[in-house]
Structures are given as C-alpha cells and as structure tokens.
C-alpha cells in the first residue's frame, strides 16, 4: 500500500510540473492581449521552454544521477514553484519568458528520477506497473493541464492561473517532503555505459522519428485555442469547456493506446501517424463547423494523447540496458519535436492564416512515416 502512495505523491508532483509546462498554452489568449503581443510570439512560451529541456535534459539528468533523488526531486519543485510565482508577477513579456525558461533546465530530471523512483518502492515483477502508474500523472498534467489553467485565466485572471499553477507544486513538494522516504543512490552505471546507447543507429532512427512525430502533435495542438476562436468562432468560455473535453477523452486515449501496445506494439506503433493524420484532415475540413467541431474535438483528444506513451515506448526500447537515460533522452527530443513543432505552427499561422496550421503537422507526420519505413528496410519490423 504504501508502494501505491509514494507513487501517487511523486505522479503529482510530475503532473504539476507537467501542467506549468503545458498549461499556459491554454491562456495564450490572455497573454496576447495583455502584453499586446501576436500568437506566434506568445507561441516562444511553449517553444524555448521545450527547446531549454531538448537540449540540457540528457546533460543535466546524468549530472545529478549520483545524488538522493528525493532531494533533487523536491528541488526541482520548489523552483518550478518559485518560477510561478515570479510569473504571475511579471510586468512585461520578456520577464515573462525568462522565468518561464528557468526551470525547464531541471525539467527533464525530475522526469527521469520519478519513473526510477517509483519502480524502485515494488518488486522487481511490478516495476512496469509503477513506470505506467507515474506516467499517467504526466499524461494528466499534459491533457487537463491545459483546460485548467484555461478556466482559471478565463474565470479570473491570467494572474491566477500562475498562482494555480504554484499551488500545484506546492502541494506536491509538501507531500514529498512529508510522506516520501530518503532515496540514497547505492549504485549507478557510470557516464560512459549511459552513454553507450547513443552508439546504436536503430536509437538514432527512433529519436528522429519521435521527434518528428511530437513536432506533428504540437505544430497544431499548440494553436489550439487560436484555431477554436477564429476558426470555429468559439468564446473563451466554450474554449475552455473544449480544452476540458479534449483533455477528458485525451486520459482514456492514453489507456487506450497503453493497452493495445500490450497486444500489438508494431501494429499501434506504424498505425498512430496515419490514424492522427486522417484527424487533422477531419479538423481541417470540419474547422468551420460549430456543433460537429465539438465532436471533432473530442476524437482529436482521444488521438492526441496516445502518442505520448507510444512514443516513449518507442524510444526506450531501444535503449532498455540505460532505462533513467532512456527517460531523458525521451523528455528531451520529445521537447525538441514540441519546440520545432510549435515554432513551426507559428509560422504557419502567421504567412498563412490559422486555418493552415494543419499542413504543418500534416508535413511532419510525412516525414515521421518517411523515417519508420527506412527503419523497417534497413533493420527489420521487428526492431521497431
């Protein structure tokens, strides 16, 4: 029992990290207006917090892998809530972005400890279990992060979806701190059996094509309140009802597509871009449409989602001997494809209106495809 509460404290606290990172994308509305700034600018929020991650994630995880995860954890919570709190204080953009910046360098640590962390309170026959039962803390804070803090900046003020969104790592740094016993390292591989899975081409293939398939997701995604209110002509109330839905279907989309690896992981593996790309195409063709858009938006969460686990899972199985770096190495390109993937859409939206955001992760799931086929031609299907 106690395995399931240590667990469950250091799930939320990777969920409250989780939903500062994604959540402001839910009230980019009122960061344009109150910074008098465009979307593609407000854009750079999600863009170099990912960019920060993608390139330190590996370096900074493997510098603090000999220290007591319980304190590096707690760490990292008391600076991603300090950095909230100077958000909700920021008198201009640029500050904005610099505290925002901050704690995305120690991002990608507390992601890799926690998966280690929590397998290491079952035994050895149920490590899996606890690895999906933190990650699905993760997988909240990415889907409802989102609609809440959009509900907050809409029912109050942009202000206190920040001081939400402190509270959260608060209460997760309170819990840790109580309830959560000392994690001493007794041992670790060293830095060059870490990274030795980098020798591996096959890994290289699976980095690339997570990346692009995550720069696919967010090339839209992360436009997704602007596409609703000039596309659809949504209010900023039924936005947020939408974000909640999205998120809501995006929970039972992650179970979902976590079963059907169990059963087919080269099947649900090659079927996720041509199953997300026949969704875009729907939401561009039904963008327009009030009433059968609500329904779309429920689809497209359902859909969305599963490619977190998909992809993690993809990525890891070729680096199984280094599992703690396997994990960074994921929070890091994964970051790297929500950087690109958002920079991208921004562009798009700005030469070529919001309706075209969807070419964006139309090309990169193109590309994503490209990358896994040549992976079956030179290593087998098997590899995947």
Known sequence: MRAYIYSAIIAFGLFSIVNTEFGVIGTFIQITEKYQISASQTGMLVSLFALSIAIFGPFMTLLFSGF???RIMASVLGLFAIANLLSAAAPNFSVLLIVRILPAF?????FSLAFVAAAS??????????TAYV??????????????????????????SFLFS????????????????????????????????????QLWLNIATVCLTISAMFAVFSYFAEYLGQITKMS????????????ASGVLGNLEAGRLLSKHVVKTTLLYPAVLAVTYLIVFWGGSYFI???????????IHTGGFIINQNW?????????????????SFSNLGIAIGTASGGQFLLHMGTHQIIWGGLMFLALAVTLMLAKIKWYGIRSI
């Open 236 to 247: 900023g109330k039924l936005i947020s009802t939408m974000l909640i839905l999205f998120g």
């Open 315 to 331: 990525l890891a199985s070729e680096a199984s001997e280094a599992p703690e770096f396997a994990n960074s190495l994921f929070v």
């Open 121 to 130: 309170f079952f035994p050895s026959g149920q490590k899996s279990k606890a």
């Open 106 to 110: 120690l991002h990608p640590v507390y």
């Open 68 to 70: 007591n995860k319980k």
């Open 166 to 201: 402190a509270a959260l790592n608060l209460i997760a740094l309170i819990g840790l701190l109580i309830w959560v016993p000392s994690m001493p390292v007794t041992a670790k591989l060293s830095y060059r059996q870490q990274l030795g899975v980098l020798a591996k081409p």
């Open 135 to 160: 990650f699905t803390g993760g997988t909240v804070g990415m889907v409802l992060g989102v609609p809440f803090t959009s509900f907050i900046a809409d029912q109050f003020s942009l202000e206190a």
């Open 292 to 302: 059968p858009m609500m329904i779309i938006v429920v689809v497209w969460g359902f």
